[in-house]
């Protein structure tokens, strides 16, 4: 076989391997997020708020990289859950400021145990610095990658 016809081969698509990635690590998140109940883009949110809270929802939207339409709805539920708060601004109605409760913060202290799951069950060996590092510099190769074609 020649290398062209190789390169339109499922298995040398870096979109594929990179899709077959995010499916089994979204998976992998199900049963570790289950017992704290949420999903994995409610958690996703709740990551952006724990860093920072008491923001804009476009801000929230900007840094999950999700739309309105997606990222409204999932903020309703965690106001449901009351882990979360939505108010108007008071200058420009249009703006929505979401804001963590009481319920919300304590809530990042379960959700700690979180990401050593995860790695736990990805087969990271977490008191092996090498293969940490590893796993960081995956990370970091990604998000390069993702803003290198976000820029384009």
């Excluded at 020649?2 to 499916?23: E, G, I, P, V, W």
């Excluded at 709805?73 to 008071?90: F, V």
């Amino acid at each position: 076989m020649t290398k062209q016809s190789n390169a339109l081969h499922l298995d040398q698509q870096l979109c594929f391997a990179l899709y077959r990635a995010s499916r089994a690590i979204i998976r992998a998140y199900a049963p570790v997020l289950e017992p704290l109940d949420l999903t994995y883009p409610q958690y996703l949110a709740l990551l952006v708020l724990w860093q920072q809270d008491d923001v804009l929802v476009k801000d929230i939207g900007a840094r999950l990289s999700l739309d309105s339409a997606t990222l409204t709805p999932l903020l309703k539920r965690l106001e449901e859950k009351d882990l979360i708060t939505r108010r108007r601004g008071t200058d420009d109605e249009r703006k929505v400021f979401i804001k963590l409760t009481a319920a919300g913060k304590k809530l990042r202290e379960k959700a700690g145990g979180v990401p050593l799951a995860i790695a736990c069950a990805a087969g990271v060996n977490v008191a092996d610095n090498k293969q940490l590092q590893q796993v960081f510099d995956l990370r970091d190769s990604l998000f390069d990658l993702a803003s290198k074609l976000e820029e384009n």
